[in-house]
C-alpha cells in the first residue's frame, strides 16, 4: 500500500492542539495558535522550500489514491466534532476570560484550517457527496456563499477589478477584509440571480441557493442561541468571523497586486500561473493539504489538492502561509517585503 498519503497526517496536529485546548487551562489554551503561527513558520525557515514535482505516472497514483480521500473525508467529522466540543465547553464558569479566549482563537484556526480550506478543495470535485461535505465545512464558519462565489465568481474574475478577493497594488489587509466580506457575498448573490433569471426563475424563491444557505446558517444560529445561550453563540460567532478572515488573509496573500490585462472590451486574457503567488514551502504545505501550490490550483482548478505542482514563472512568496499572514498583519512590513517582489515580477 501506498503510505505517501501519510505526509499530510502532520494537517491533523492542529486539531490535536485544539483538543489540549479545549480539555486544558492555562497557556495550553493557546497551544492552537502557537502551532499555527509560531511553531510553523519556524519550521518553514528549517526545512525550506522544495519546488520538486512528482513524476508524471506518480501523480497519477496518487490522484486515483482513495487513502488521500479518506484522509480528507476524516477532517468533516473531526471539524464538526470540535466544533461541538467547542459549544459545551467555551462557556465555562472555572475557565478564565484569556482561557476563553484561547479557546475562541482556536476553534477560529479550525474554522478556517480545516473548515474552509477543506470546503474549498471538496467544493472542486464532481462527486455530489463531496459538495455536500463542502457545505456542511463551510456552515461551521457561517460562510456557505463560498461555495458559489468561488467556483462560479473568482476563478473567473481573478485578478480583475471584478473580482473582490483579489487585494490591489497597495491595499492593505484591513481595508482588504472590508471589501472582500461584502464583495464576496454580493458576487454570490449577483451569480445566483442571473442564473435563476436566465432560466426563467424567481430571484426571491426557496429554490435559490442563497436564501437556502442563508437559513441554513440562520438556523445554526438559532440552534446553538436555544440550547448553549446567548454567550456561547456569541463566541460561536467570533470564532466563525476569524475563520472568515483566515481565509480573506489567505486571499490577500495569494493575490495581492497581480492583475489579468484587458485584451478586449469584454475580455481579460486566461489565466496564468503568474497570475497568483506560489508558496513551496514544505511544512506549511502539508498542514494545508497542498493549497499553497495556488498558482497551479488557478491554472487547474478541478485538480486535487495533493497533485497540485510547483508551476514554472510562478509568483513566489518569500515564505510560507502563516508567515505571510503575520507580515500582512503589518502592513508596512508588508508593503516593504511584497512590493519590491510585486515591482520585480512586473518587469
Not at 492542539?17 to 519556524?42: D, E, K, Q, R, W
Not at 495533493?306 to 503589518?330: F, H, K
Request: proline share 4%.
Amino acid at each position: 500500500m501506498n503510505v505517501r498519503w501519510m505526509k499530510y497526517s502532520l494537517a491533523f496536529v492542529l486539531p490535536g492542539c485544539t483538543a489540549m485546548s479545549f480539555s486544558s487551562h492555562g497557556f495550553l489554551t493557546f497551544l492552537p495558535v502557537v502551532f499555527a503561527f509560531v511553531i510553523i513558520p519556524i519550521a518553514d525557515a528549517l526545512v525550506g522550500a522544495d519546488s520538486k514535482n512528482r513524476e508524471k505516472m506518480e501523480s497519477e497514483l496518487a490522484r486515483t489514491d482513495r487513502w488521500y480521500d479518506m484522509m480528507i473525508y476524516l477532517t468533516v467529522p473531526v471539524q464538526v466534532g470540535m466544533l461541538i466540543w467547542f459549544l459545551f465547553v467555551v462557556d465555562d464558569s472555572a475557565s478564565s476570560a484569556m482561557e476563553t479566549v484561547g479557546r475562541v482563537l482556536s476553534m477560529g484556526l479550525m474554522c478556517g484550517v480545516f473548515g474552509i480550506n477543506v470546503a474549498h478543495e471538496l467544493g472542486h470535485r464532481s462527486r455530489p457527496y463531496e459538495k455536500v461535505m463542502a457545505k456542511m465545512m463551510l456552515s461551521t464558519s457561517l460562510y456557505m456563499h463560498f461555495f458559489i462565489e468561488h467556483n462560479r465568481g473568482h476563478h473567473r474574475n481573478v485578478g480583475t477589478p471584478e473580482d473582490a478577493a483579489s487585494a490591489r497594488p497597495g491595499e492593505d489587509v484591513y481595508s482588504f477584509y472590508l471589501r472582500t466580506l461584502t464583495g464576496s457575498f454580493a458576487s454570490a448573490w449577483r451569480i445566483v440571480s442571473k442564473e435563476r433569471s436566465r432560466r426563467g426563475q424567481g430571484v426571491w424563491s426557496l429554490g435559490n441557493e442563497m436564501i437556502q444557505y442563508l437559513f441554513i446558517e440562520i438556523g445554526i444560529c438559532v440552534l446553538i442561541g436555544y440550547v448553549f445561550g446567548p454567550f456561547t453563540l456569541l463566541m460561536f460567532l467570533i470564532a466563525a468571523l476569524i475563520g472568515m478572515l483566515l481565509l480573506e488573509s489567505v486571499n490577500y496573500i495569494e493575490h495581492y497586486g497581480l492583475k489579468r490585462n484587458k485584451v478586449s472590451e469584454h475580455r481579460y486574457e486566461e489565466v496564468q500561473a503568474w497570475h497568483s503567488w506560489n508558496s513551496d514551502f514544505v511544512i506549511g504545505r502539508l498542514v494545508l493539504f497542498e493549497l499553497t501550490r495556488h498558482s497551479d490550483h488557478h491554472w487547474d482548478p478541478s485538480k486535487p489538492y495533493q497533485v497540485l505542482d510547483s508551476m514554472p514563472r510562478s509568483r513566489e512568496l518569500p515564505a510560507g502561509y502563516p508567515a505571510m499572514i503575520i507580515t500582512a498583519l503589518i502592513p508596512p512590513l508588508w508593503f516593504s517585503v511584497m512590493d519590491k517582489r510585486l515591482a520585480f515580477t512586473m518587469q
